[in-house]
């Protein structure tokens, strides 16, 4: 083979790698673990190691593609190297390399964009970068035409309702990912010289913008909207050095403002049934500092700082905010998810994941970039309107991150942003042309004397990558799959608890980063193994063993974990507890060191307050539940455990009383309820249990379920004709299910 042959066999074999990462939204792995997460994660990862191994020897073999100094790249790499150490120095080294499934972040995620922005930076020029904005955009509407098509109801949203999420799979992160799309659109738009272009560019943006808002993301179109207001700010002050016509300032002042009094004109008609019924504008209108979603950002705010003044410097290092969160839990965010791992705040989870160094370092890279910019405006390689929409555009994504996070579908575009600044910051590069690494310079004698080097490091990254690939990716994304197959297993007809337990372990002997999510499955479908009379008992107590051992195993890899923790007393030493009664001792215990964690968590006084319930130790059970309720008095659960116990303990006046506190609380979840129920029904309090069914039937008139439980209560109390009228309203609205049963249940009432 040539020099030149060599040369472009690198060459074409990392531009043709790299155009694939553009259309990876696309990609949805329904085999994998987290479809629209964990694919095009490890695809990614791949793609970028096997591209950085034709990079070695593209660099051996020409040294014009090797990174130079800049700025921007130092700042790059600053970032990366402060990550690093406050990953290795945090409160789980392992778990902030690697990360989960479910998010498939960590410094595996910012080493490898590190090296995607190295190989972009160094190997593309002017035109490969011009497709490559171009394929960023196809990507974009092509994603937001999947939505449009869940907004047309061709197609379900993965999360439900009326916000569209594409093929990212989340209203949030489509959003963001469409916000820097729109930047690259409306740069394409300012550069191209012909109207049909023109005309194309600007057809997309609005389709961008129309899928943005269908997302009804309100951080993302807030961003925007700030974003839009000070590109027009900068758009004026440029103009005043006379280089746009006047028209195009009257317009711009326009704009300007009609954006500053388009939330004024909302908030005034925020309560009219146009917005109220409008399933993305309700979602604005409902904008307040006492929104529920709102107030949990408050509260997870403040417990982000707590953590933060622990560890100042570094943080606890990355995918570690779980720590923060469950150390400093507030028990007022009952109202929203009990587990959170980002506190949904860019800043906060900086600071959190590597302390002031990690954000100064994070924020280094958007003042490196800017910075990056105005150079390559002041040496005219960029216009003013690609620098103001570039500079606006980021602000706007920054902005948005204020109250969300960063995803792989951002990220990589964002450091495509990276890589093309620090590309048009070097001072050899031509705005139409670039002549670093151009093929048409004279190659020397000593050109070709790099030849072998090249082949030789080219043939030891190769084997080197090899290994590299099948242990950081192929490994667990094999583990990723087997998982999907183990579920199909336990819901495959003829399938036994033993099988299941087989595709298990044969999941966990790929020991990866995945063990973690693996395990947690595996501990539920225990459980539910362990609850099921019809398998023998040997077979049941084998399974649940088994996955005890693993979860155990996982509690001592994240000793601090208390998720893991609630797993292993309240789902696997408890369900234990019905063959080996000493495992009630362990659960106990297991719920004492969790408290001493997370002393406020709910949840592990819960599990206590079962545990007791089910050894009927109704003392302790009652202790614990008036430590629950002193934690929130607002917390509905809270007092339905009260009731239960007692109920149970016979103490029926204080049970009723609980009732009363809970119905005032005015949070009726159907499971509290039917739980009551359930208790005073066992007790035979038939008249309690009429009323809290009646509550279901009352706030769930549609729910066929809510009618026929209450006949039978109506039954018992000997009012036969209510009791029929509620078996047969059940029939009515589901005559499938209830039709045969309501003619028994009728036939059997007296005459």
């Known amino acids: 083979m040539t020099y030149r042959g060599l040369e472009k066999f690198y060459l074409w074999s990392i531009h043709a790698l790299l155009f694939i990462v553009p259309f990876l939204p696309l990609y949805v792995s329904g085999t994998t673990y987290f479809p629209y997460i964990t694919g095009r994660n ?96 196809a990507g974009s509407v092509v994603v937001g035409a999947h939505a449009f098509a869940q907004h047309l109801g061709f ?55 129309l899928i943005i808002y269908l997302t009804a993301t309100r951080g993302v179109i807030l961003g925007l909207l700030g974003g839009g207001i000070l590109f027009l700010i900068l758009f004026l002050w440029s103009w005043r050095a006379g280089r746009y016509p006047v ?23 925020k309560d009219s049934a146009f917005v109220k019924e409008n399933a993305v504008l309700s979602r604005f209108g409902s904008i307040s500092l006492t929104e529920r979603t709102t107030q949990s950002r408050f509260l997870i705010w403040q417990m982000a700082l707590r953590g933060i003044k622990e560890n100042p410097l570094l943080g606890w290092g990355q995918e570690n905010y779980n720590l923060i969160f469950n150390k400093y839990y507030k028990p007022e965010l009952w109202r929203q998810e009990p587990w959170f791992d980002r506190s949904h705040n860019i800043i906060f989870d900086w600071l959190s994941n590597a302390g002031i160094l990690g954000l100064l370092s994070y924020l280094w890279l958007y003042v490196a970039a800017i910075g990056s910019l105005l150079y390559a405006y002041r040496k005219e390689k960029i216009g003013n309107l690609t620098l103001i929409t570039f500079v606006s555009g980021f602000a706007g994504y920054f902005f948005q991150n204020l109250f969300v996070f960063d995803n792989f579908n951002s990220y990589f575009i964002f450091f495509s942003f990276l890589g093309y600044v620090n590309f048009i910051s070097m001072p050899d590069t031509a705005d139409s042309s670039a002549t670093r690494g151009n093929n048409t310079r004279k190659k020397t004698s000593e050109d070709f004397k790099h030849m072998p080097t090249s082949v030789v490091i080219f043939t030891i990254a190769v084997i080197v990558g090899s290994f590299v ?121 297991e719920y004492f060191r969790v408290l001493e964690i997370s002393p406020k968590k709910q949840q592990a006084y819960f599990g206590l307050i079962q545990l007791y319930l089910n050894i009927q130790q109704f003392d302790k059970a009652y202790e614990y539940a008036e430590k629950v309720k002193a934690l929130d008095p607002t917390f509905p659960t809270a007092h339905m455990i009260s009731v239960i116990i007692n109920v149970h303990s016979g103490r029926f006046e204080e049970a009723d009383k609980e009732v009363a506190v809970y119905e005032t609380i005015g949070q009726f979840d159907p499971q509290d309820i039917t739980n009551m129920a359930g208790a005073y ?71």
Request: aromatic letters at 16%; glycine letters at 4%; charged letters at 15%.
């Open 469 to 589: 690939v099948y242990q950081f990716n192929i490994r667990a994304l094999s583990q990723s799959i087997d998982l999907i197959s183990t579920f199909r297993v336990a819901g495959a007809s003829g399938s036994t608890s033993k099988d299941v337990l087989t595709s298990y372990q044969k999941t966990l002997a790929h020991d990866s980063f995945g063990n973690a999510e693996t395990r947690e499955q595996f501990m539920q479908y225990a459980s539910n193994v362990a609850g099921n009379n019809a398998i023998p008992a040997a077979e049941r107590m084998l399974v649940l063993s088994e996955s005890v051992k693993e979860m155990e195993k996982q509690v001592k890899a994240s000793p601090n974990d208390i998720r893991y923790m609630m797993f292993l007393a309240g789902v696997g030493y408890t369900r234990m507890a019905q063959f080996d009664a000493s495992y009630i001792q362990k659960a106990e215990e």
């Open 42 to 137: 490890f695809a990614f990862r791949i793609i970028v190691e096997i591209a950085f191994i034709f990079w070695l020897g593209l660099i051996a073999l020409n040294k014009e593609y090797r990174p130079r100094f800049s700025k921007l790249y130092a700042a790059v790499f600053m970032f990366a190297v402060v990550v690093f150490i406050a990953d290795l120095f945090g409160a789980n080294f392992y778990k902030s390399f690697w990360a989960n499934y479910e998010r498939m972040e960590g410094y595996m995620m910012i080493l490898h964009m590190v090296l995607f922005f190295t190989i972009l930076s160094s190997v593309f020029r002017q035109k490969a970068w011009a497709l490559f904005a171009n394929a960023i955009v």
């Open 681 to 751: 029904i066992n007790a035979k309090k038939y008249e309690q249990a009429a009323h809290l069914y009646s509550i279901l039937t009352t706030h769930f008139p549609d729910n066929p379920k809510y009618h026929a439980n209450l006949a039978p209560v109506y039954a018992a109390l000997g009012m036969n004709d209510k009791a029929r009228a509620e078996a047969e309203e059940a029939a009515r609205l589901d005559p499938k299910n209830y039709g045969k049963e309501t003619e028994s249940f009728i036939q059997s009432l007296p005459k």
């Open 247 to 269: 028209i195009y300032k009257k317009i711009a002042i326009g704009f300007l403002l009609g954006l500053l009094f388009l939330p004024a004109l909302f908030w005034a008609v």
């Open 155 to 209: 197609l379900v949203s993965i999360q439900g309702g009326a916000r569209v999420d594409g093929t990212i799979g989340n209203p949030a992160y489509l959003a963001a990912y469409l916000l820097l799309s729109f930047t690259i659109t409306l740069v394409l738009f300012w550069n191209s010289s012909q109207f049909l272009q023109k005309y194309i560019y600007g057809v997309v943006m609005a389709f961008q913008l």
